[in-house]
């Protein structure tokens, strides 16, 4: 089965290694092959790659395909956010430990390519959701790149802040808050399906975990600062600018005729969690 | 529910994020869910689709259903009510009182403590959270189902949707009557509480009576009052002690 143009591989390799050897014959350019996965020892010349591949091929690749098209509304009824596994960034990427053309490998990158790529998707997409910028060129663009690491960290962070903040029951506090801002997450956007709205689960609690950023930043002053006076002024001031961020995302999601149905809970939701971070002493 | 929105532009306000992606995926998905609904009734249960019924109000039908709700005499809300029951009031009303019987009830609790002794500080306590969902999500889910497997032994026909719209919608007068009872005053506070708990607990029993429409089971009906006049103490007496 080995070719003989090709790198020689171990005779136990298993039928999709001859796909991958046509993806690296179609692109000799840059290659890095894979050790094959039984007792290994093949003499495979290492091309241009500054790291050691991994000591396995995954049998089945994760499917090449840009994640962000063909959304359906999912159904899973009060699901918890799982966190994403880093996703392949766009086509053309150039990772410097890619495998096989294009899309790069994302199992054989270096720890700190994905976390960079990640830590730029959370900030690309808080720029995009939390400071609208009306002459923005692509309004959706958000919406595509949706994950949910960001709205992890925001709401762990949050927790943790309010945690520290109080002074009894810390750990309560904490699991009031997350489980407040996780539940609410999921609820508000069921609330928008039920009325009848359209709106992609995951995209919607990526949203509304991203427009929480502001009452964080409120949040951490107020931590730092125990004025209740400031507390007040902050904690409205962040409340407003959080609303205002999540607004257009939701009021444009349903029939006018029931657009206050749908934004009265994510009102409440800020006001309670603006309250929490006020009342914690 | 079939009212496609497909129709209606994204919005295209500046600046703004369209929801919709690819609206012209999500009707071909509604009618996906209806059909599998209808081959399989037991999936009905996990799909959104078969829920969508009882959320299909505009925001002018529920603000009327609000305000009729602080009317306790009238007695007519089933009949508001019958074409299209909704269990928007039920889930959204429960948990604004749940939220504002806990944080109000540690600002009047704060109050209180203060005009006793000028020297205490402000605390949180956040198992009023803890208590106060546990206790208004349980008295509004189970109450209305309580009544509704009894009035189905009894013989008379009853629509549990309608119930938990009736109950739900009842404790509006409660989240109105909790941002007064933090004026920290002792006997003006049982006077909200008691004429709140009244006014709720009427419209729950004059409902159900015109409802039920049979005298002998007037026992149902007095229970009624009687189980709403106690979440109403309960109310008082733990979060604005």
């Given at each position: 089965?080995?070719?003989?143009?090709?790198?020689?591989?171990?005779?136990?390799?298993?039928?999709?290694?001859?796909?991958?050897?046509?993806?690296?014959?179609?692109?000799?350019?840059?290659?890095?092959?894979?050790?094959?996965?039984?007792?290994?020892?093949?003499?495979?010349?290492?091309?241009?790659?500054?790291?050691?591949?991994?000591?396995?091929?995954?049998?089945?690749?994760?499917?090449?395909?840009?994640?962000?098209?063909?959304?359906?509304?999912?159904?899973?009824?009060?699901?918890?956010?799982?966190?994403?596994?880093?996703?392949?960034?766009?086509?053309?990427?150039?990772?410097?430990?890619?495998?096989?053309?294009?899309?790069?490998?994302?199992?054989?990158?270096?720890?700190?390519?994905?976390?960079?790529?990640?830590?730029?998707?959370?900030?690309?997409?808080?720029?995009?959701?939390?400071?609208?910028?009306?002459?923005?060129?692509?309004?959706?663009?958000?919406?595509?790149?949706?994950?949910?690491?960001?709205?992890?960290?925001?709401?762990?962070?949050?927790?943790?802040?309010?945690?520290?903040?109080?002074?009894?029951?810390?750990?309560?506090?904490?699991?009031?808050?997350?489980?407040?801002?996780?539940?609410?997450?999921?609820?508000?956007?069921?609330?928008?399906?039920?009325?009848?709205?359209?709106?992609?689960?995951?995209?919607?609690?990526?949203?509304?975990?991203?427009?929480?950023?502001?009452?964080?930043?409120?949040?951490?002053?107020?931590?730092?600062?125990?004025?209740?006076?400031?507390?007040?002024?902050?904690?409205?001031?962040?409340?407003?600018?959080?609303?205002?961020?999540?607004?257009?995302?939701?009021?444009?999601?349903?029939?006018?005729?029931?657009?206050?149905?749908?934004?009265?809970?994510?009102?409440?939701?800020?006001?309670?969690?603006?309250?929490?971070?006020?009342?914690?002493? | 529910?079939?009212?496609?929105?497909?129709?209606?532009?994204?919005?295209?306000?500046?600046?703004?994020?369209?929801?919709?992606?690819?609206?012209?995926?999500?009707?071909?998905?509604?009618?996906?869910?209806?059909?599998?609904?209808?081959?399989?009734?037991?999936?009905?249960?996990?799909?959104?689709?078969?829920?969508?019924?009882?959320?299909?109000?505009?925001?002018?039908?529920?603000?009327?259903?609000?305000?009729?709700?602080?009317?306790?005499?009238?007695?007519?809300?089933?009949?508001?009510?019958?074409?299209?029951?909704?269990?928007?009031?039920?889930?959204?009303?429960?948990?604004?009182?749940?939220?504002?019987?806990?944080?109000?009830?540690?600002?009047?609790?704060?109050?209180?403590?203060?005009?006793?002794?000028?020297?205490?500080?402000?605390?949180?306590?956040?198992?009023?959270?803890?208590?106060?969902?546990?206790?208004?999500?349980?008295?509004?889910?189970?109450?209305?189902?309580?009544?509704?497997?009894?009035?189905?032994?009894?013989?008379?026909?009853?629509?549990?949707?309608?119930?938990?719209?009736?109950?739900?919608?009842?404790?509006?007068?409660?989240?109105?009557?909790?941002?007064?009872?933090?004026?920290?005053?002792e006997f003006l506070r049982w006077t909200i509480i008691l004429l709140g708990g009244g006014a709720s607990a009427s419209f729950v029993a004059l409902n159900l009576r015109s409802y039920i429409n049979e005298s002998e089971i007037t026992i149902v009906v007095i229970s009624a009052f009687v189980l709403q006049m106690g979440l109403a103490i309960f109310i008082k007496m733990w979060f604005f002690a």
């Amino acid at each position: 089965m080995s070719h003989s143009d090709t790198i020689p591989l171990h005779s136990t390799s298993q039928s999709d290694i001859d796909e991958i050897e046509n993806l690296i014959n179609s692109n000799p350019s840059s290659v890095l092959p894979a050790r094959p996965p039984s007792p290994p020892r093949a003499s495979i010349p290492i091309s241009s790659a500054p790291i050691p591949p991994p000591a396995f091929i995954p049998s089945n690749l994760p499917a090449p395909t840009n994640p962000k098209t063909a959304p359906v509304p999912s159904v899973s009824s009060a699901a918890p956010k799982p966190p994403l596994p880093p996703r392949p960034s766009g086509p053309g990427g150039n990772i410097s430990a890619s495998g096989f053309g294009s899309p790069p490998n994302t199992l054989t990158e270096p720890v700190w390519d994905t976390v960079k790529r990640d830590l730029s998707r959370i900030v690309s997409n808080l720029k995009l959701v939390v400071f609208p910028n009306p002459f923005r060129e692509d309004p959706g663009k958000a919406l595509r790149d949706w994950d949910l690491w960001g709205p992890f960290f925001f709401i762990v962070f949050l927790g943790l802040t309010l945690s520290w903040s109080a002074s009894v029951k810390k750990s309560e506090v904490f699991a009031v808050a997350f489980a407040l801002l996780a539940a609410g997450a999921v609820i508000l956007t069921l609330n928008v399906l039920l009325l009848g709205g359209h709106i992609i689960f995951f995209q919607s609690l990526s949203l509304l975990g991203y427009c929480l950023f502001p009452l964080d930043i409120g949040a951490l002053i107020c931590m730092l600062k125990d004025n209740v006076l400031v507390k007040v002024v902050v904690v409205a001031v962040t409340l407003a600018w959080s609303s205002w961020a999540a607004y257009p995302f939701m009021s444009s999601a349903v029939n006018p005729r029931r657009k206050a149905l749908a934004l009265y809970p994510v009102l409440l939701m800020y006001v309670s969690v603006g309250f929490l971070i006020i009342a914690i002493d | 529910m079939d009212e496609s929105f497909s129709n209606l532009p994204t919005s295209y306000l500046l600046g703004s994020v369209p929801a919709v992606v690819s609206e012209e995926k999500t009707p071909s998905s509604q009618e996906d869910g209806d059909e599998q609904q209808s081959t399989n009734n037991w999936k009905g249960v996990f799909s959104i689709s078969s829920y969508t019924q009882y959320f299909n109000v505009d925001t002018d039908v529920v603000l009327n259903r609000l305000i009729s709700s602080l009317y306790p005499i009238s007695g007519d809300f089933f009949s508001k009510i019958d074409a299209n029951p909704d269990l928007y009031g039920l889930v959204w009303i429960s948990t604004t009182l749940v939220f504002a019987i806990a944080s109000l009830g540690n600002c009047a609790t704060y109050l209180m403590h203060r005009r006793s002794d000028h020297s205490t500080s402000w605390t949180f306590d956040v198992s009023y959270l803890n208590v106060a969902a546990c206790s208004i999500y349980g008295y509004v889910l189970i109450v209305p189902l309580a009544y509704y497997f009894l009035l189905q032994y009894l013989g008379s026909n009853a629509s549990l949707i309608r119930f938990w719209c009736l109950w739900g919608y009842s404790l509006f007068i409660f989240i109105l009557s909790s941002f007064l009872l933090v004026i920290p005053f002792e006997f003006l506070r049982w006077t909200i509480i008691l004429l709140g708990g009244g006014a709720s607990a009427s419209f729950v029993a004059l409902n159900l009576r015109s409802y039920i429409n049979e005298s002998e089971i007037t026992i149902v009906v007095i229970s009624a009052f009687v189980l709403q006049m106690g979440l109403a103490i309960f109310i008082k007496m733990w979060f604005f002690a």
